[in-house]
């Protein structure tokens, strides 16, 4: 009996060498496992990254000879928030830039911007704020800081009385930003391309060359051949995930406070779960045209609903409901529980009891559909 079971696990893990081997030294396996998804990551890592400050792209029209309009147009110029287009040769030009998106608004400032009314005893003047409807939201949130601005300068001149304050409170805790939750979705979007988008190129591909035809003539079980993939899976997977981990730390930042333990146990059964699919597809199918759209059925939902490529909590709440029973959506939410927010596998069970019942049901589907040619 004992000899028998040493028997069967050499026999998975000369398959597993076997398989490893093979990924290794397939520059296109590897591409798609390893860099495909690092490009996706620098693009969303940098468009989600964040932390720059917000800037305005504007032009100045200063119709005004008052010192008070020559001294807003120079601040105007060392601003980091206003970025000036000293191009702008004249009201037309102004307009053109912006229908054609060049500019975000025009500053125009009066002729008697800036001047002394008599009796007054202090400058003042309405700067007019021109912009396009494509432009409206950049131009109502830069009304809304020169408003601040002027506010700030009408205290030093004039002051007033503020009955009613606001006051703003940090909590002394981090909140997630945009690259927390893209990473994290990057991540499920890693496991769908090595889980499923693999052995339904590598299955059809080893039928049609009876090379499992060949294999079911030998004493290899299925169990066998299936837990030799997911073993070899789960290392290439590791390998994939460690190298986005380490750019996501090195180039955009990322603050892992989880367990790292917790993580890699985590990641490992997702990407198990994950494979089934795969092993179903791919095992069931006879050629690569039969597997194709089934698989981009399966895949598509998953990857614009389980939190891929955007947060779940934008989509409606009937949309989110039932978006997260998908099979991705408790990896993706149960990798950004551990990575962001530093939570336990006690504090995620609703996650890992979703993917355990998930993993369940793929492989009773993958044994029974499973088909050596």
Same mark, same amino acid.
């Given at each position: 009996?004992?000899?028998?079971?040493?028997?069967?696990?050499?026999?998975?893990?000369?398959?597993?060498?076997i398989n490893?081997?093979r990924?290794?030294?397939?520059?296109?396996a590897?591409?798609f496992?390893?860099l495909?998804?690092?490009?996706?990551?620098?693009?969303?890592?940098?468009?989600?990254?964040?932390?720059?400050?917000?800037?305005?792209?504007?032009?100045?029209?200063?119709?005004?000879?008052?010192?008070?309009?020559?001294?807003?147009?120079?601040?105007?110029?060392?601003?980091?928030?206003?970025?000036?287009?000293?191009?702008?040769?004249g009201?037309?030009?102004?307009?053109?830039?912006?229908?054609?998106?060049?500019?975000?608004?025009?500053?125009?400032?009066?002729e008697?911007f800036?001047?002394?009314v008599?009796g007054?005893?202090?400058?003042?003047?309405?700067?007019?704020?021109?912009?396009?409807?494509?432009?409206?939201?950049?131009?109502?949130?830069?009304?809304?800081i020169?408003?601040?601005?002027?506010?700030?300068?009408?205290?030093?001149?004039?002051?007033?009385v503020?009955?009613?304050?606001?006051?703003?409170?940090?909590?002394?805790?981090?909140?997630?930003?945009?690259f927390?939750?893209t990473?994290?979705?990057?991540?499920?979007?890693?496991?769908?391309?090595?889980?499923?988008?693999?052995p339904?190129?590598?299955?059809?591909?080893?039928?049609?060359?009876?090379?499992?035809?060949?294999?079911?003539?030998?004493?290899l079980?299925?169990?066998?051949?299936?837990?030799?993939?997911?073993i070899? $899976?789960?290392?290439?997977?590791? %390998?994939a995930?460690? !190298?986005m981990?380490? &750019? *996501?730390?090195?180039? #955009?930042?990322? @603050?892992?406070?989880?367990?790292?333990?917790?993580?890699t146990?985590?990641?490992i059964?997702?990407i198990?779960?994950?494979?089934?699919?795969?092993?179903?597809?791919?095992?069931?199918?006879?050629?690569?045209?039969?597997?194709?759209?089934?698989?981009?059925?399966?895949?598509?939902?998953?990857?614009?609903?389980?939190?891929t490529?955007?947060?779940?909590f934008?989509?409606?709440?009937?949309?989110?409901?039932i978006?997260?029973?998908?099979?991705?959506?408790?990896v993706?939410?149960?990798i950004?529980l551990?990575?962001t927010?530093?939570?336990?596998f006690?504090?995620?069970?609703? $996650?890992?009891?979703?993917?355990? %019942?998930?993993?369940? !049901?793929?492989?009773? &589907? *993958?044994?029974?559909v #499973?088909?050596w @040619?």
């Open positions: 009996m004992k000899s028998n079971f040493k028997k069967s696990w050499f026999t998975v893990l000369t398959f597993v060498r490893t081997k990924f290794f030294r397939d520059r296109t590897i591409f496992t390893i495909f998804p690092l490009i996706f990551l620098f693009v969303f890592g940098s468009l989600n990254s964040g932390g720059g400050e917000v800037s305005f792209n504007v032009a100045i029209i200063n119709n005004s000879q008052s010192n008070f309009a020559r001294e807003f147009v120079n601040t105007a110029n060392e601003s980091d928030v206003l970025v000036v287009n000293e191009e702008v040769t009201l037309d030009d102004a307009k053109q830039k912006m229908n054609r998106s060049e500019l975000d608004a025009t500053l125009i400032l009066p008697a800036g001047e002394t008599d007054q005893g202090y400058p003042s003047g309405e700067l007019k704020v021109l912009y396009t409807q494509n432009n409206q939201q950049s131009a109502i949130a830069l009304t809304s020169l408003e601040g601005q002027f506010r700030q300068i009408n205290d030093t001149i004039v002051p007033s503020t009955p009613f304050t606001v006051k703003g409170e940090q909590l002394n805790e981090k909140s997630l930003s945009a927390d939750y990473f994290a979705g990057l991540l499920g979007f890693a496991i769908i391309g090595m889980g499923i988008f693999g339904i190129n590598v299955f059809p591909e080893l039928k049609k060359m009876g090379i499992l035809r060949r294999l079911s003539t030998t004493p079980k299925v169990w066998q051949y299936f837990v030799s993939t997911m070899g $899976q789960a290392i290439i997977g590791l %390998v995930i460690a !190298v981990f380490a &750019v *996501a730390i090195s180039v #955009f930042h990322l @603050e892992v406070v989880g367990n790292w333990a917790e993580l146990i985590f990641v059964f997702s198990i779960m994950i494979l089934g699919i795969g092993l179903a597809l791919g095992g069931w199918a006879k050629n690569e045209r039969q597997v194709a759209p089934l698989a981009n059925i399966i895949v598509f939902p998953m990857m614009f609903l389980s939190g490529f955007f947060p779940r934008l989509m409606p709440e009937w949309l989110q409901n978006s997260a029973f998908l099979p991705l959506t408790p993706i939410d149960g950004r551990i990575t927010e530093g939570l336990h006690i504090d995620i069970l609703p $996650q890992i009891g979703l993917i355990a %019942v998930w993993t369940v !049901v793929i492989y009773i &589907v *993958a044994f029974k #499973f088909r @040619e």
